[in-house]
T-cell receptor, first 108, second 114 residues
Framework: AQRVTQPEKLLSVFKGAPVELKCNYSYSGSPELFWYVQYSRQRLQLLLRHISRESIKGFTADLNKGETSFHLKKPFAQEEDSAMYYC??????????FGPGTRLSVLP | KAGVTQTPRYLIKTRGQQVTLSCSPI?????VSWYQQTPGQGLQFLFEYFSETQRNKGNFPGRFSGRQFSNSRSEMNVSTLELGDSALYLCASSSTGLRSYEQYFGPGTRLTVT
């Protein structure tokens, strides 16, 4: 069965510190992985996807098939990064599976 | 472009009743997916409709059903409501379906079952 885990419910870092949001998945095939973000009082929105290998708002994520991980990283956190982050898996374009989410709090 | 809209935004129903939620996708988008979000289970995929056909389905009982109209608007119906159906129901649209990978979410309908 496909599954996405995000071990941290809450992650607090200070402004300017590096941040890493962990995501692990279980899927036997080639996964499509995504990070979605929900800022306070806003809609859930796509942050980035692994196939595009892009950096959005300073965030990057690398797919590590050996460790079945897709951790989200940013070298210097900003207060505006405070939000709920969801890792999601789409097994060959079907049935998006979301992780439980990690709330990132960037302290001043 | 106008974003995804969902109506109503809030709903209170009693056990045993049924409810219909509506979702209007972004103009030109042909795929609509529905999700249930609860504090305990997180975001769970319900189903996806593309060009009026259900293309993918999550692991929910048959009380949860949906449909899509020719203008791509979608409705979700839950019959014989249970207390556990209380949740935020989100819909998301995309241009070509889940395979397009970029889903645009609506604000959600918060359903409370008493």
């Amino acid at each position: 069965a496909q599954r996405v885990t995000q071990p941290e419910k809450l992650l607090s870092v200070f402004k300017g510190a590096p941040v890493e949001l962990k995501c692990n998945y279980s899927y036997s095939g080639s996964p499509e992985l995504f990070w979605y973000v929900q800022y306070s009082r806003q809609r859930l929105q796509l942050l980035l996807r692994h196939i595009s290998r892009e950096s959005i708002k300073g965030f990057t994520a690398d797919l590590n098939k050996g460790e079945t991980s897709f951790h989200l990283k940013k070298p210097f956190a900003q207060e505006e990064d405070s939000a709920m982050y969801y890792c999601a898996l789409s097994p060959q374009g079907q049935n998006f599976v979301f992780g439980p989410g990690t709330r990132l709090s960037v302290l001043p | 472009k106008a974003g995804v809209t969902q109506t109503p935004r809030y709903l209170i129903k009693t056990r045993g009743q049924q409810v219909t939620l509506s979702c209007s996708p972004i103009s030109g988008h042909r795929s609509v997916s529905w999700y249930q979000q609860t504090p305990g289970q997180g975001l769970q995929f319900l189903f996806e409709y593309f060009s009026e056909t259900q293309r993918n389905k999550g692991n929910f009982p048959g009380r949860f059903s949906g449909r899509q109209f020719s203008n791509s608007r979608s409705e979700m119906n839950v019959s014989t409501l249970e207390l556990g159906d209380s949740a935020l129901y989100l819909c998301a649209s995309s241009s070509t379906g889940l395979r397009s990978y970029e889903q645009y979410f609506g604000p959600g309908t918060r359903l409370t079952v008493t």
